[in-house]
């Protein structure tokens, strides 16, 4: 991966990835792919810079610029799956879960125009505790 370091204090490094603006995908794969470092404390991702900050508390400087100079975001594995997030991600979804999800979306709405105001907030604060969703 192509990179350009745009600040470097003791224990902080600030890239630039020479990618351009990065999506919601990309910074969930680079948050991947560092998750393996036990010394980096806090990783923040600039998606409409292409940007990357490391926060990290031990010396492991070169082993993050030789990470990211063997990086491939297409082949970032997550963490106990054998399969990538872009192979994920590009996977449909099957007939019989997008009919679920539907059910469920016009429960929803049957009983927001159905129900009273104060038994609609009850109904939605119920889903929320018991941790319900729609498929």
């Known amino acids: 991966m192509q990179f350009s370091i745009q600040y470097e204090t003791e224990g902080y490094l600030r890239i630039r990835l020479n990618s351009g603006k990065l999506s919601e995908a990309d910074e969930e794969i680079l948050h991947y792919a560092f998750e393996n470092f036990d010394s980096i404390d806090r990783i923040q991702v600039f ?8 926060h990290f ?10 990470h ?4 491939d975001l297409n082949d970032v594995q997550i963490p106990g799956n054998p399969i990538t ?3 994920i991600q590009s996977r449909k979804i099957s007939p019989a879960v997008k009919r679920k999800i539907r ?5 929803e709405m049957c009983s ?9 907030a009850a109904y939605h604060l119920y889903k929320i505790a018991t941790l319900k969703d729609f498929a």
Do not use: C, F, Y
């Not at 990211?68 to 990086?71: P, T």
């Not at 059910?103 to 429960?107: N, P």
């Not at 927001?112 to 609609?120: F, M, R």
């Open 47 to 54: 998606k409409s810079t292409g940007g990357l900050a490391l």
């Open 57 to 66: 508390h031990q010396d492991i400087r070169d082993q993050i610029i030789q």
């Open 85 to 87: 997030l872009k192979e």
């Open 103 to 107: 059910k469920g979306m016009i429960l």
């Open 68 to 71: 990211l100079n063997h990086l």
């Open 112 to 120: 927001d125009l159905v129900l009273p105001t104060p038994l609609q």
